[in-house]
């Protein structure tokens, strides 16, 4: 993760404001950088497009759950019972995926 | 230790409230919800086995006419739904509710109400899918309703809306009550009991809750787009749009091999109570055991498509899919060798209990070797959708699954009831059972690999099938008086059964430390547990000299009623010792048949918009409105 | 716990029962059996069974063995010591978790390499043979020769077979146990199977649909013949030729050129159908009816609620029934090339029905008193069946009403429909 | 936050498994409610210290990730495979009237309406913090920007209301698709599209339902501290919705076929 030691407040506390609205900031960014990709035929066309989508919304669904949804700080037992099922369910996703031949062009 | 008198001297504050049926009906007891499972359960059961015993009584000779061909689809979908929905599911979730808590020393489990909503409905729900099959409208697409045969084209009819909704409403029950023994196991645990000193049950029944919460929602998506496709007119399955069936076949087998772990880790979580008890030894390789449930379950999520190796999924696919599958055979494997670990070198009792824990290790390993052979796609392209199969399933099913329940209970009766069940009549229906089971399905092995498809209502004579189609009905007529026996057992012992103690079984773990019947509060102290066999701690020191002790747990706690691990013998009831507890309420039974007025409604909509209008709000507001009431009461009346 | 059993007793009857019954599998007379060598890929299947079976037997043993010697050794007696009490033992559970891990890279090595085998491309000379599934029954289509045929499946010995796995409604499953691997018929996929039928010789077998496919999905048999080469041509040929009615003379020499697709507009009168030139050969090899094993011989009871007078089969008049077939509603569904008015697609295409051995997908033998009782009411004879009923009097399930004269045949049309049908070998 | 409150165990938030959301959870707040009204609350034993609310709110979560797996997986198996339009990112011209159809998606609107979506997780993560400082005094000096980071309300209102645009931008979604020619009984594409992006507007709603019996209470009482768990149940549902959106919104609206 590129980002989050710049605006995490490494405190063993709550994060606060200050947290919350970086956090907004960096999502609304990635977002419009997203939606602006969009809009670049060149790139829509080019091998790199899916690819870093796919990344940037990896990144926001990354930050809001360990942010918003306080995994980074919350008790650990949550982090398990969050990521093995989300495990379970992109592994679950990209075998179908494969099954369906989606990869295959 | 003393025998203790069966009807123990403490009163029923339940019963001065409410009487009778009311009693039942506005429990939220976490052991009379399981008695409530348990009967219920049992009844399907019996009904599951009264289709399959028409069904071979058709298939006794070739061209038979005992039954319609309809009848008979009817008849091999609904027993195949019943018997995995409704029989043992809820047999395994009979014993969640009734042994959890008492196993990791909690006083209910973690959601008393939502606890009996999910009876209440997995009761309706089991009634609106089996009502038809008494009018020959029942469901006939198979258990695993294929599409697009199981669409409004190919089935028009009322027959399958039947299983999309009801199934749907069992998912609903099933997901319920694996988030409360999620919760309650994670949560609920007396001080000092960690993971690794949790019943080996309560462990499989974690893993279990897992694969529920996990399998569940996918069949509930399939369903609902099955549910659309029909009702609403959607293209998910709908081949003249270009869809691609086998999206309900994944869908389904995602759920589908996942659900079979449902059912059979359950029984193997018993019979490892049942093995250790009665050798009077523990649990060989306990950690092994606790790691082997978890990768199984683990693994399940990562073989379905072995029920698809003929729809033509490539060399790829086969490939992994096969290797994945056999992989499943070492943890399972290492259960089967540590549970003769555990009695090699015991002191054995044949209890019925054990006969039938013994049966399921012989009986299993049978089935599961026929399904190594059928995790080789080139071989089981010629097993496949053959009596081959049914016999691999049954040998894993009734050998695995509903030895497993009968061992829990015989094993279990005394704490539920004081009493013992007979043992001489036990014996009689283990052997009777064990036999024609064997004679029901053993020969299936021959008619499947000799040709013979499943799902036929009717075979054609000289094809080499008839011995073994006459072997296979004797067998299934023979395993009627054999349930029989059960069923007269139980029912005459839970009147007159002889009067059992506490600890019936001299066993090691929380729930035999209480009495027989446990009061509604379970423990009127809550023990603090040092080690992974809490009561032999206290009647067998030296069996368990050898296991980790620590009283980590006492740190923690602070609370009035906490006390050292201790053999409860308190009689005196909730409210005299100002134990809080649920307050019963008939909300979650009304809230579950709002839930169930819904989906008739939905049902009828076709046939009389009107009526159908009025049921779907008429559920709405009879489950917006109980639900409403029953949050907005306290759960627990304060003394 | 030490008083004898009783039920143990029964035990004992059970072992020699079971034994019983492993060796009754081994004699007998198993047409369907799925070890038949008549394929490579049954004896690749056959080997690799025979693999996992002494590999599953030895582990079975293993543990049963085990778990009998436990149970006869530490059953508890009146002085039996208080058992040494094991945790575990880290060597032993080792152990058990390699030992399978090599058991199943045995099985896996011959799995994985038949996965690949069987799934690789067919030899370009094979037979082609297009494979559509019906609710239910099977069409075959041959289109190397132009034949388009039902319920029966001629192939040639030693020659390899390619299926190509369509279906129209739902999916089913094409097998033939003694010749090789099932495959689904999926909706808008197309599946593949071949194999070479190499040491058959001229045989019959059975074939089913193994993917439950509704009402019918038992009933949806038919039959495979291996033929020899010369057969199998004179086979072709003459089904690829039109039928005719009345049948012409046995010796017409411009057979041979019949072209299959000048049936025309089916617009014409049915009333003044005449039969078109030039005639098909009259003779075509067809499998020895002698020669089908007791296994291929229908023995689907007739409904007893079901009557037809089959004196008038023998008196009927196949001229008549032509008029009356051509009239009637059967044109709609069944395709007769060489009757211009018969040109439906919904059933199985009868321009040769006479020459097979079966009707309604193996479910009766093809003979005029079965074909009269089909027709009279098909649905009775098989259920769900998507033939419409015509036996006037009959229950219309479509209709839900009695068959009237209005579309409705008598006993004698239909005795005269099949005089008709007979023709057309 | 682990001092919350531990008494109560009723647990409407499990019950979301109905599928039928909205009506279910709304009125998960009211329970508590009517218990602080005894003040007389029971500290049950629990093995972790944290609620079971909690955990099986998380619990529930996990299940619904395999929910939307199971539907985002349809939505790409059946991606590109629609035999008619109108298509998600292409042109159509229907072959038998020559009428065109310009691809549907209509990314500004969705853009934006993404952008709603996630500014209403920040408002939701504030509103949580607000309920949870409620007891600690705003310092002497509070400006402005810290007295309004210190209303509960105010955070609610703002993560109802953008809730509710971005249900009103789903609503003008989905009736200018069918407007435009595209309905659930359309096409694959129709079918996949309607159904996920359904089963997720239920979601919002469900949520936007249980914020705002949370603000009832707020307006009733004050929500405080000893709320902040219930807070934090409906925050973890709310966030969670979001996140699947935003996997919605590349999978979908971004990535062409
Ligand atoms: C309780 C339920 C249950 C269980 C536990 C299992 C366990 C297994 N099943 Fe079974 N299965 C079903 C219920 C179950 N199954 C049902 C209901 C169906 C049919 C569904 C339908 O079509 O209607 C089915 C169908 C089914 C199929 C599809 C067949 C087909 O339709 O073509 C396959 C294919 O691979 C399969 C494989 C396996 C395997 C490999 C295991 C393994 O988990 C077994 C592992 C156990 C052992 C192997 C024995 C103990 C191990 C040892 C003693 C160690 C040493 C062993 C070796 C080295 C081999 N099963
Ligand atoms: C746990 C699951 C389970 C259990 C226990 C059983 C138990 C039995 N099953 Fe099961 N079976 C399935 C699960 C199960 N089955 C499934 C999933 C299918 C696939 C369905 C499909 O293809 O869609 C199937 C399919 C199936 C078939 C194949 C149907 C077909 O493909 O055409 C057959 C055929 O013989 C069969 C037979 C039996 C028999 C004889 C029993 C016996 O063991 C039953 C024993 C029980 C009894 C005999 C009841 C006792 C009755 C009494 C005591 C009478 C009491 C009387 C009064 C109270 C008046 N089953
Ligand atoms: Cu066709 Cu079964
Ligand atoms: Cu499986």
Same mark, same amino acid.
């Given at each position: ?105 | ?128 899918? /089996? ?24 089935? $028009? ?59 569940? $929602? ?10 659309? @496709? ?121 209890? =019925? ?112 099938? @008839? ?73 067998? $020191? ?18 009035? *009623? ?8 308190? &009689? ?68 | 716990? /030490? ?80 058992? !040494? ?73 030693? &020659?390899?077979?390619?299926? %190509? ?6 999916? +089913? ?124 011989? $229908? ?10 007078? !089959? ?15 051509? &009239? ?38 093809? *003979? ?43 006993? %004698?049309?239909?005795? @005269? ?9 | ?33 009517? +218990? ?169 709603? =469900? ?27 409906? =925050? ?22």
């Amino acid at each position: 993760m590129a980002h989050d030691s710049a605006h995490a407040s490494h405190e063993h506390e709550h994060p606060t404001w200050k947290t919350y609205k970086w956090v907004a900031l960096w999502l609304t960014l990635i977002t419009i950088v997203e939606v602006w990709a969009y809009y670049i035929p060149s790139f829509v066309a080019s091998a790199a497009f899916v690819p870093s989508l796919l990344f940037m919304s990896a990144v926001k669904f990354v930050i809001v759950v360990m942010f918003y949804m306080h995994l980074k700080y919350d008790h650990k037992l949550f982090r398990a019972l969050f990521t093995g099922p989300l495990i379970i369910a992109v592994a679950t996703l990209l075998a179908l995926m494969m099954l369906f031949r989606k990869f295959a062009d | 230790m003393a025998t203790v008198a069966a009807s123990p001297s403490y009163a029923r504050p339940a019963a001065s409230e409410k009487e009778g049926f009311m009693a039942w009906l506005t429990t939220t007891d976490h052991k009379k919800i399981g008695t409530l499972y348990l009967h219920t359960s049992l009844f399907f059961f019996i009904f599951g086995g009264l289709e399959a015993v028409l069904m071979r009584w058709q298939l006794m000779k070739p061209n038979q006419t005992i039954v319609t061909a309809d009848q008979f689809n009817q008849l091999f979908t609904m027993h195949g739904t019943t018997m995995v929905f409704l029989a043992i599911m809820p047999l395994s979730a009979a014993f969640f509710n009734y042994l959890i808590p008492l196993q990791l020393g909690a006083r209910d489990v973690a959601f008393p109400r939502l606890n009996a909503f999910s009876y209440w409905v997995y009761l309706l729900g089991g009634i609106f899918i /089996t009502l038809p099959i008494l009018f020959w409208v029942a469901p006939d697409g198979g258990w695993f309703a294929y599409a697009p045969l199981s669409g409004r084209t190919y089935s $028009p009819a009322i027959n399958m809306d039947f299983w999309v909704l009801g199934i749907q409403i069992l998912g609903i029950s099933s997901l319920a009550a694996a988030f409360n023994f999620a919760t309650t196991i994670i949560n609920m645990r007396a001080p000092g009991m960690n993971l690794m000193r949790m019943p080996m049950f309560t462990w499989m029944s974690f893993v279990t809750q897992f694969l529920i919460i996990l399998a569940f $929602p996918v069949i509930t998506i399939a369903l609902v787009f099955l549910q659309f @496709d029909r009702f609403f007119g959607t293209n998910f399955y709908q081949v003249s749009a270009g869809a691609d069936p086998l999206l309900w076949q994944h869908l389904f087998w995602v759920f589908g091999h996942p659900e079979v772990y449902i059912l059979i880790l359950p029984a193997f979580g018993l019979v490892s109570e049942v093995l250790p008890t009665n050798s009077k030894k523990p649990l060989f390789g306990y950690g092994v055991m606790a790691y082997s449930g978890i990768l199984i379950g683990f693994l399940g999520f990562g073989v379905w498509a072995h029920h698809m190796f003929s729809v033509g999924m490539g060399p790829v696919g086969d490939t992994v899919f096969s290797l994945t599958t056999m992989l499943i055979a070492i943890p399972t494997g290492v259960k089967i060798f540590n549970w003769i670990f555990t009695m090699w070198g015991g002191s054995i009792r044949f209890t =019925a209990a054990m006969k039938f824990a013994i049966g399921l290790i012989a009986l299993f390993t049978i089935g599961g070797i026929s399904g190594i052979t059928h995790s080789s796609p080139p071989s089981d392209l010629q097993q496949t959708d053959t009596y081959y199969i049914v016999a691999h399933f049954h040998y894993v099913l009734f050998g695995g699954a509903i030895m497993g329940i009968f061992s829990g209970i015989y094993h279990y009766f005394p704490k539920m009831y004081g009493r013992y069940m007979d043992e001489r009549l036990g014996t009689w229906h283990f052997w009777l059972n064990f036999i024609s089971m064997n004679l029901t399905f053993f020969p299936m092995h021959y008619s499947g690999l000799l040709g013979m498809p499943r799902r036929i209502y009717t075979y054609d004579t000289a094809q080499g099938w @008839d011995t073994f189609n006459m072997l296979s009905t004797i067998g299934a007529f023979l395993l009627m008086p054999a349930t029989l026996i059960f069923i007269w057992n139980f029912f005459k012992s839970k009147k007159g059964g002889e009067p059992a103690p506490a600890n019936a079984w001299d066993a090691a773990t929380l729930e035999w430390s209480i009495p027989s019947p446990p009061p509604e509060y379970n423990f009127a102290k809550i023990p603090v547990v040092h080690s992974r066999y809490p009561l032999w701690d206290l009647t067998h $020191p030296e069996r368990t000299k050898d296991v980790p002790h620590t009283d980590e747990g006492m740190r923690h706690t602070g609370e009035h *009623d906490v006390v050292d691990m201790h053999i409860e013998t308190e &009689r005196r009831t909730a409210k005299e010792l100002g134990i809080p507890m649920p307050s019963s309420t008939i909300k979650p039974f009304w809230t579950a048949l709002g839930i169930v007025v819904m989906f008739t409604g939905l049902l009828i909509m076709p046939h009389n918009k009107m009526a159908g209008l009025v049921g779907i709000f008429t559920g709405a507001a009879m489950l917006v409105g109980f639900l409403y009431a029953w949050l907005t009461t306290p759960l627990e009346e304060h003394h | 716990m /030490t008083r004898k059993s009783p039920p143990r007793q029964l035990a004992r009857i059970a072992w020699p029962a079971m034994l019983l019954l492993a060796s009754a599998a081994c004699g007998g007379n198993y047409p369907n059996s799925t070890f038949l060598p008549n394929t490579e890929f049954n004896r690749d299947v056959t080997s690799l069974w025979n693999t996992m079976l002494l590999w599953g037997t030895v582990v079975f043993v293993i543990v049963e063995v085990i778990l009998i010697a436990a149970i006869v050794r530490y059953r508890r007696r009146p002085n039996s010591p208080e058992p !040494e009490q094991v945790h575990g033992n880290t060597a032993m559970e080792i152990t058990w978790t390699v030992l399978p891990l090599f058991i199943l890279a045995i099985i896996a090595v011959p799995t994985v390499r038949n996965i690949w085998k069987y799934q690789g491309e067919a030899p370009a000379d094979a037979l082609q043979v297009q494979v559509i599934g019906h609710q239910w029954w099977w069409e075959f289509r041959y289109p190397q020769y132009k034949i388009t045929t039902a319920n029966e499946l001629y192939i040639q010995a030693n &020659r390899a077979v390619r299926f %190509e796995l369509q279906t129209v409604d739902v999916i +089913h499953s094409f097998w033939i146990p003694a010749l090789g691997g099932k495959r689904d018929l999926v909706n808008n996929r197309t599946n593949i199977l071949w194999f070479t039928p190499d040491s058959t010789g001229e045989q019959g077998f059975i074939g089913s649909c193994n993917e439950y496919c509704g009402s019918s999905h038992a009933n949806m048999r038919f039959r495979a013949y291996t033929v020899n080469a010369a057969n199998f041509e004179s086979w072709a040929k003459h089904q690829a030729a039109n039928a005719v009615y009345p049948p012409p003379a046995p010796v017409v020499p411009a057979a041979a050129a019949v072209p299959t697709s000048n049936i025309g507009a089916a617009t014409q009168d049915p009333a003044t159908v005449t039969p078109p030139a030039p005639a098909a050969p009259s003779t075509g090899y067809e499998f020895p009816r002698e020669q089908l094993g007791a296994h291929l011989v $229908p023995g689907t009871p007739l409904p007893a609620s079901l009557k037809f007078n !089959e004196a008038l089969l023998a008196n009927a008049s196949a001229e008549r029934g032509l008029q009356t077939y051509s &009239r009637s509603a059967c044109i709609g569904c069944h395709k007769i090339r060489g009757n211009p008015s018969s040109m439906g697609i919904l059933g199985p295409d009868l321009t040769h029905i006479a020459s097979r051995h079966t009707i309604a997908a193996g479910l009766f033998p093809n *003979d005029a008193k079965h074909m009269a009782y089909w027709i009279k009411n098909a649905v009775t004879m098989k259920p769900g069946a998507k033939m419409q009923v015509f036996g006037i009097g009959e229950m219309d399930a479509v209709m839900k009403r009695p068959m009237t004269t209005q579309g409705g045949l008598t006993d %004698e049309q239909i005795a @005269d429909v099949v005089a008709y049908l007979r023709t057309l070998k | 936050m682990r001092e919350t409150d531990r008494s109560g165990r009723p647990i409407p938030t499990s019950v979301l498994s109905l599928g039928v959301p909205p009506l279910v959870t709304a009125h998960a707040h009211a329970a508590p409610a009517a +218990h602080s009204g005894g003040h007389e609350e029971h500290h049950h034993y629990t093995t972790t210290g944290l609620d079971n609310r909690k955990i099986a709110i998380w619990a529930f979560i996990g299940s619904e990730c395999m929910l939307f797996a199971s539907l985002i997986s349809t939505y790409l198996i059946y991606k590109g495979r629609s035999l008619v339009g109108p298509f998600p990112h292409t042109e159509w011209t229907n072959p038998q009237t020559g009428q065109v159809f310009k691809p549907i998606l209509n990314i500004p609107v969705t853009s934006f309406s993404t952008f709603v979506l996630l500014m209403s997780s920040l408002a939701m993560v504030l509103a949580l913090a607000a309920v949870q400082n409620k007891d600690n005094p705003l310092p002497a000096n509070a400006g402005l920007g810290d007295r309004m980071l210190a209303s509960s309300k105010l955070w609610l209102w703002a993560t109802c209301i953008l809730g509710a645009m971005f249900l009103a931008c789903q609503a003008y979604e989905f009736t200018s698709f069918v407007h435009e020619g595209l309905t659930i009984k359309t096409n694959l594409f129709g079918s996949t599209f309607f159904t996920l992006t359904g089963f997720h507007g239920a979601h919002v709603t =469900a949520g936007v339902i249980w914020l705002g019996t949370l603000l009832a209470i707020d307006y009733k009482r004050g929500l405080g501290p000893k709320d902040a768990l219930n807070v934090d149940l409906a =925050a973890l549902y709310w966030h969670f919705v979001d996140v699947i959106w935003i996997a919605i919104f590349t999978l979908l609206y971004l990535i062409p076929d």
